[in-house]
């Protein structure tokens, strides 16, 4: 909501406002609306927060809590867990707890979202060949606090992520939940290996866990007989010391920084993340004339060139769909006739002969992009500039202190934001309408709306006529045709036959047995039935039928010395 607050007119003065009720809110923007035209512009704000109760569990990814039942089987209909997270890891176990007849329930941290496992009675089922029950939220390794509340009774579940719901039917025969022992936090121990995780476990912090009303986190904190602690986990949430940078301009956007020249051989690190397909991620002039480096991402993949003069001295393409938004990390490492460019600890090295290459470090190093005033080989960019995040940069296996880029003093920039990583996602949630398929750049989304019987920009607009009536007014005649009897509504297109004649148009549902079926006896207590496939949902034949003036089945039952109906 917008509301005028109205500033001082001296130079010291301090104006307080309160509003009326507490707001919750991750941002605030204020947004000057006048000031003092003999004066200088200048604001400052504080904001004032209410009384909120917090309790605080970090984990360093090497540990867990456990909270223990206090008899060998805890069985529920009902649950209710809630907690809010932040993690700059994409992978990790929140919480996990089974029984020994396949009772499961478990979430996840998965390349950033959330994947919630629950199972009930099925024994077949297993932590690590089972698809999740449910997946939501996307990028959730910001570093950002996140929501999480799961709500179950009996096999019904909502489950909701931030402001996102998804609601599901449990697998499984029974509505019980039928847990042994414990329930873990932060990972998955393995019984009798101290320090042993049977997956990755969950670095970042937790706050206000609750579990069906039991407050987990206040429980450890007290030392209370119920939980136990597995490594070490603190009560207060510690912020890693790490700076993104976003690269806002495809065309402009650029971030210099120092390296040690002419030492022999290079070492260059940093972890990436984007949308777009392309775009420079490195460039730099080698010393000694050794020529100039380039990296980067072209059609997904990554590629890394050393150009000598006017010969390509030596190629290395590796990785695919590197612009799934996720963090990958990178590194070069060129020593004694040797290169290799390790993405996501996968070491590729060229196919040429690399014997004869002698590579010196070089004095500055261009991320993402090329100032307008330099010309090759100072920096190199055959493609646009790179459009999206990067953070842990080293040069020569010394880390750039990025806060020190943003104060002055050290290298130069141009369109980038510094100490923020301002990815988003744009597929949720996702727009396309009827099973479109959402992909996405840095600034837009599309809709890939092959195979769903509607076009436009979110598969909106139908490809097919409503009715056969339609059909015939644009001059067809008789033939299978497909319609859709909703237009944009969300029931599918049907195949029909349009039997069009003078005075009439009959719409005709074909089904998957037309041909004579035999049936040797029936009775009322074992009778005869058959299932009819109309190539339709219900949905679809009753929006067929509620459209028509006059509906008819035709039933055809040829009898030798039976009855129909109970008849003489």
Same mark, same amino acid.
């Not at 360093?60 to 009902?78: A, I």
């Not at 996307?138 to 019904?156: A, F, M, P, T």
């Not at 392309?278 to 480096?293: H, Q, Y």
């Not at 998957?512 to 049936?519: A, G």
């Given at each position: 909501?917008?509301? #005028?607050f109205a500033g001082n007119t001296n130079a010291d003065g301090v104006m307080h406002h309160r509003l009326l009720h507490p707001v919750r809110a991750r941002f605030v923007r204020f947004v000057p609306l006048e000031w003092n035209p003999s004066g200088k512009i200048g604001m400052r704000v504080e904001v004032y927060g209410c009384s909120y109760k917090s309790d605080v569990a970090d984990f360093d990814g090497r540990s867990s809590l456990l909270y223990r039942f206090n008899q060998k089987l805890l069985s529920t209909l009902k649950d209710v867990i809630s907690l809010k997270f932040k993690s700059i890891q994409g992978d990790g176990v929140l919480f996990h707890g089974e029984g020994q007849r396949g009772d499961c329930i478990t979430l996840e941290l998965q390349k950033g979202r959330l994947a919630l496992r629950l199972n009930l009675d099925d024994s077949k089922t297993r932590l690590s060949s089972s698809p999740p029950s449910a997946t939501l939220g996307s990028?959730?390794?910001?570093?950002?606090?996140?929501?999480?509340?799961?709500?179950?009774?009996?096999?019904?579940?909502?489950?909701?992520?931030?402001?996102?719901?998804?609601? +599901?039917?449990?697998?499984?025969?029974?509505?019980?939940?039928?847990?042994?022992?414990?329930?873990?936090?932060?990972?998955?121990?393995? @019984?009798?290996?101290?320090?042993?995780?049977?997956?990755?476990?969950?670095?970042?912090?937790?706050?206000?866990?609750?579990?069906?009303?039991?407050?987990?986190?206040?429980?450890?904190?007290?030392?209370?007989?119920?939980?136990?602690?597995? $490594?070490?986990?603190?009560?207060?949430?510690?912020?890693?010391?790490?700076?993104?940078?976003?690269?806002?301009?495809?065309?402009?956007?650029?971030?210099?920084? =120092?390296? !040690?020249?002419?030492?022999?051989?290079?070492?260059?690190?940093?972890?990436?993340? #984007?949308?777009?397909?392309?775009?420079?991620?490195?460039?730099?002039?080698?010393?000694?004339?050794?020529?100039?480096?380039?990296?980067?991402?072209? &059609?997904? !993949?990554?590629?890394?060139?050393?150009?000598?003069? /006017?010969?390509? &001295? &030596?190629?290395?393409?590796?990785?695919?769909?590197?612009?799934?938004?996720?963090?990958?990390?990178?590194?070069?490492?060129?020593?004694?006739?040797?290169?290799?460019?390790?993405?996501?600890?996968? &070491?590729?090295?060229?196919?040429?002969? !690399?014997?004869?290459?002698?590579?010196?470090?070089?004095?500055?190093?261009? +991320?993402?992009?090329? @100032?307008?005033?330099? !010309?090759?080989?100072?920096?190199?960019?055959?493609?646009?500039?790179?459009?999206?995040?990067?953070?842990?940069?080293?040069?020569?296996?010394? @880390?750039?202190?990025?806060?020190?880029?943003?104060?002055?003093?050290?290298?130069?920039?141009?369109?980038?934001?510094?100490?923020?990583?301002?990815?988003?996602?744009?597929?949720?949630?996702?727009?396309?309408?009827?099973?479109?398929?959402?992909?996405?750049?840095? #600034?837009? +989304?599309?809709?890939?709306?092959?195979? /769903?019987?509607?076009?436009?920009?979110?598969?909106?607009?139908?490809?097919?006529?409503?009715?056969?009536?339609?059909?015939?007014?644009?001059?067809?005649?008789? $033939?299978? +045709?497909?319609?859709? @009897?909703?237009?944009?509504? =969300?029931? $599918?297109?049907?195949?029909?036959?349009?039997?069009?004649?003078?005075?009439?148009?009959?719409?005709?549902?074909?089904?998957?047995?037309?041909?004579?079926?035999?049936?040797?006896?029936?009775?009322?207590?074992?009778?005869?039935?058959?299932?009819?496939?109309?190539?339709?949902?219900?949905?679809?034949?009753?929006?067929?039928?509620?459209?028509?003036?006059?509906?008819?089945?035709?039933?055809?039952?040829?009898?030798?010395?039976?009855?129909?109906?109970?008849?003489?």
């Amino acid at each position: 909501s917008l509301q #005028t607050f109205a500033g001082n007119t001296n130079a010291d003065g301090v104006m307080h406002h309160r509003l009326l009720h507490p707001v919750r809110a991750r941002f605030v923007r204020f947004v000057p609306l006048e000031w003092n035209p003999s004066g200088k512009i200048g604001m400052r704000v504080e904001v004032y927060g209410c009384s909120y109760k917090s309790d605080v569990a970090d984990f360093d990814g090497r540990s867990s809590l456990l909270y223990r039942f206090n008899q060998k089987l805890l069985s529920t209909l009902k649950d209710v867990i809630s907690l809010k997270f932040k993690s700059i890891q994409g992978d990790g176990v929140l919480f996990h707890g089974e029984g020994q007849r396949g009772d499961c329930i478990t979430l996840e941290l998965q390349k950033g979202r959330l994947a919630l496992r629950l199972n009930l009675d099925d024994s077949k089922t297993r932590l690590s060949s089972s698809p999740p029950s449910a997946t939501l939220g996307s990028l959730l390794d910001d570093q950002h606090w996140h929501s999480v509340l799961i709500e179950r009774v009996g096999k019904h579940v909502n489950f909701t992520v931030d402001k996102y719901t998804q609601h +599901f039917r449990t697998k499984g025969e029974a509505d019980a939940l039928d847990i042994d022992y414990e329930l873990s936090f932060g990972g998955i121990p393995v @019984p009798g290996k101290p320090g042993t995780f049977l997956k990755k476990n969950f670095q970042g912090c937790m706050e206000n866990l609750y579990y069906n009303g039991i407050n987990i986190i206040d429980l450890a904190k007290r030392r209370k007989h119920q939980i136990y602690t597995v $490594g070490n986990v603190t009560f207060s949430c510690s912020e890693p010391q790490i700076v993104p940078i976003t690269f806002v301009n495809s065309s402009s956007s650029y971030l210099l920084l =120092p390296g !040690t020249p002419n030492i022999d051989g290079l070492s260059v690190g940093f972890q990436f993340r #984007t949308w777009n397909k392309d775009g420079l991620l490195l460039s730099t002039e080698l010393s000694e004339g050794s020529g100039a480096l380039l990296l980067s991402l072209e &059609a997904g !993949t990554l590629r890394l060139l050393i150009q000598k003069t /006017t010969r390509r &001295a &030596a190629e290395i393409l590796t990785g695919s769909n590197l612009n799934d938004g996720l963090w990958h990390s990178v590194s070069i490492n060129a020593r004694r006739n040797r290169i290799t460019l390790t993405l996501d600890n996968d &070491a590729a090295s060229p196919a040429q002969d !690399t014997s004869q290459i002698q590579i010196y470090s070089g004095n500055s190093y261009y +991320f993402g992009g090329c @100032p307008d005033n330099l !010309t090759a080989p100072q920096c190199l960019n055959p493609i646009e500039a790179f459009q999206g995040c990067m953070r842990l940069i080293f040069i020569d296996n010394q @880390p750039k202190d990025l806060i020190s880029v943003q104060q002055g003093s050290l290298g130069n920039f141009s369109d980038l934001h510094i100490d923020l990583c301002s990815i988003k996602d744009r597929c949720l949630p996702n727009y396309c309408e009827h099973g479109g398929s959402c992909s996405q750049s840095w #600034t837009t +989304f599309y809709c890939n709306c092959s195979d /769903t019987g509607y076009v436009g920009p979110t598969c909106h607009h139908p490809l097919y006529e409503r009715s056969c009536e339609v059909y015939r007014h644009r001059g067809n005649t008789a $033939g299978f +045709f497909h319609i859709d @009897p909703d237009g944009s509504g =969300p029931l $599918g297109a049907l195949q029909v036959y349009c039997n069009v004649t003078e005075d009439k148009i009959w719409t005709s549902v074909q089904h998957n047995n037309t041909e004579l079926t035999r049936v040797q006896g029936a009775s009322p207590e074992k009778p005869y039935s058959m299932a009819l496939d109309y190539g339709g949902s219900l949905g679809q034949l009753e929006a067929v039928i509620d459209s028509s003036e006059h509906c008819e089945q035709e039933v055809a039952y040829y009898c030798r010395r039976s009855r129909l109906l109970n008849t003489p």
